[in-house]
């Protein structure tokens, strides 16, 4: 059930996002619907935070509980070095590079331990982190958006979560692999440029 009430809350959030809008930029409202906006509305960011959700419920516990708190907390530590002007290398790269080898990661059912699955999430949550902070825009509330952002990443998460539920089958396994396969190729698409 609780997947269901995730994705309640997740409709309404976007239904009310297009009459917040209105006023981006202004404020506290503004910060937060520009950080709430800004992974959904970018590809890069959905497939690999999708991806997240779908491993870690592909993995099970702990996983299922680890991996969608690694993403952001580390995310947010990412978003702190791009507001300070901290440089991080390959950032577009590393974005992309997440939804190739999370996907791959799906699409192959690999079961790494745990502490390597987290070590894997949170490398990626540093470059979407990053990302999200050096684009923070000048007049939106910082801390705001942040919120907003994370918020927008857990559910987003939560999103894989509730798609990789299906591995309770033998057919949603296979799905949930497709699924990880068709991240993986996004991956290839951002990566080459086609995407």
Known sequence: MRP???????????AFAGAASAHEGAGVTGGFMSGFMHPILGWDHVVAMVAVGLWGEFLGRPAIGTLPVVFPLVMALGGALGVMGVPVPAVETGIAASALVLGALVAFAARPPIWIAAVFVGAFAIFHGHAHGTELPDAANPLAYSIGFVIATGILHSLGIAFGLLVRWPAGKIAIQAGGGIIALVGVGFLTGVV
């Open 4 to 14: 269901l009430r995730t994705l309640a809350i997740t409709a309404t959030f976007l």
